[in-house]
């Protein structure tokens, strides 16, 4: 039985609801009167359900899909102005537990080299982050209880907190790890993480343990209930995010949708960001094997939909997505870039050697950060590095942009600042 304020998973992510919802949008997707209703109703700006926000999903009446695409470039000016938050993803360890058929870290893949950085390799890691003018961190870590305990991580977290380099320092850490324990978390809010990441994958429990056959990782409760476990730890910046690709994209949407509305319903504060990968090329994954793809087209109307649906709700890209695609897509919603990415354990410092390559997934957009700082600021947007704290840009964030952005018109594009 679906229960928003349920804490039990399927009862939030009630199957069912989810399947109504669907059947809700297939039959109202051509009712034109009550799309433009939801179109104003959106325009207020404060959000639709995820019942209305499936039928404008199920929609294809190309007047009323450009209004929602322009409603969401609306919101976003609104929102959030010319501002793009700045973020890098730090890989600590690739040794992992789990058996994500997705992945090219789960357990059985055993030509992948395996990695787990030491401190001093943490240390030149970030050093080479912040010369490339990097603040913000998101570090991810395989599920490994034996090498990639809690007490390393929280080790991670102090140590590149810890880095003072050339008057600057890594300024937030956000943390991608596996699903923990209330007690767990409640060590990650005292060691001064940012938002707690985690994606659901998918939300179809079906389709769910069907991917993650083995490991802690199948426990499909114990992995969607994680961001309340966490809020009971005290961590109130929680990242969402589906992997599409795996499952029926209107199936993660709605669900994705129920999942902010459930955490607004017991805790009384959505998702503070919302993640959009789409599945890619990885060591020994082909994404074709997943026959859930969706197109550039189809992705851009999810991430306009998000922005409109869940106004307050930040939205991430990274450099799975080509510079085409995130062109499109800031423009619609998106709020946070990830820039220079290495989805390898280490490699910032220096390359990896080919023969122990670890990425997690093939990047698409391999512009340096100062590419993709110009290429952003060509369009009039200002990358920040730092989160404004008050909805306005720090002066001293601001500065380093102007002086940036006069270097970039003057000169060539420098390596570093
Ligand atoms: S997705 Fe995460 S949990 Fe699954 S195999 Fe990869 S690193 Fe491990």
Redesign the pocket.
């Given at each position: 039985m679906y229960n928003p304020k349920s804490l039990k998973a399927e009862e939030f992510i009630d199957n069912g609801e989810v399947l109504a919802a669907l059947a809700y949008a297939d039959a109202n997707k051509n009712n034109l009167k009550l799309v433009d209703e939801l179109l104003e109703k959106a325009s207020l700006r404060k959000g639709l359900t995820h019942r209305e926000a499936s039928v404008l999903l199920a929609c294809s009446d190309e007047e009323r899909t450009q209004k929602m695409y322009d409603l969401a470039e609306q919101i976003k000016k609104d929102f959030y102005g010319n501002r793009i938050v700045m973020f890098a993803p730090l890989y600590l360890s690739?040794y992992?537990v789990?058996?994500?058929v997705?992945?090219?870290?789960?357990?059985k893949n055993k030509h992948i080299a395996r990695k787990k950085l030491t401190q001093e390799e943490i240390i030149k890691e970030v050093t080479a982050l912040q010369d490339m003018g990097h603040k913000r961190l998101a570090i991810e870590a395989?599920?490994d209880p034996v090498n990639n305990p809690i007490e390393y991580i929280l080790d991670c977290i102090n140590t590149i907190y810890s880095i003072k380099h050339k008057n600057g320092a890594i300024r937030r850490v956000n943390v991608n790890i596996?699903a923990t324990t209330v007690e767990n978390y409640r060590k990650l809010k005292e060691a001064g993480i940012g938002t707690y990441i985690l994606f659901q994958?998918t939300y179809h429990k079906e389709s769910y343990e069907n991917l993650?056959p083995t490991?802690p990782?199948h426990n499909y409760a114990y992995h969607t209930e994680a961001m309340d476990r966490a809020m009971e730890g005290g961590i109130d910046d929680v990242g969402l995010g589906v992997l599409f690709g795996l499952e029926l994209y209107r199936y993660e949407f709605a669900a994705l949708l129920m999942h902010a509305e459930h955490l607004e319903a017991v805790h009384g504060v959505g998702p503070h960001t919302i993640s959009v990968p789409r599945i890619k090329h990885a060591d020994d994954i082909d994404p074709n094997a997943f026959d859930n793809s969706i197109s550039d087209d189809i992705f851009a109307k999810l991430c306009a939909l998000i922005r409109i649906c869940v106004p307050y709700t930040g939205m991430i890209i990274s450099t799975r997505e080509s510079q085409e695609v995130r062109e499109k897509v800031i423009r619609l919603g998106v709020s946070q870039l990830s820039g220079a990415s290495r989805t390898s354990v280490g490699g910032y410092n220096e390359p990896e050697p080919e023969d122990e390559r670890t990425e997690?997934f093939d990047v698409s957009d391999r512009r340096t950060l100062d590419e993709v700082v110009k290429w952003l600021m060509d369009f009039g947007y200002i990358p920040l590095f730092v989160q404004p704290v008050t909805g306005k840009a720090e002066p001293a964030t601001v500065l380093w942009h102007c002086v940036k952005a006069a270097r970039f018109r003057t000169a060539a594009i420098p390596t570093h600042l």
């Open positions: 690739n992992c789990n058996g994500c997705y992945c090219p870290y789960h357990l395989g599920e596996a994958e993650h490991g990782k997690q």
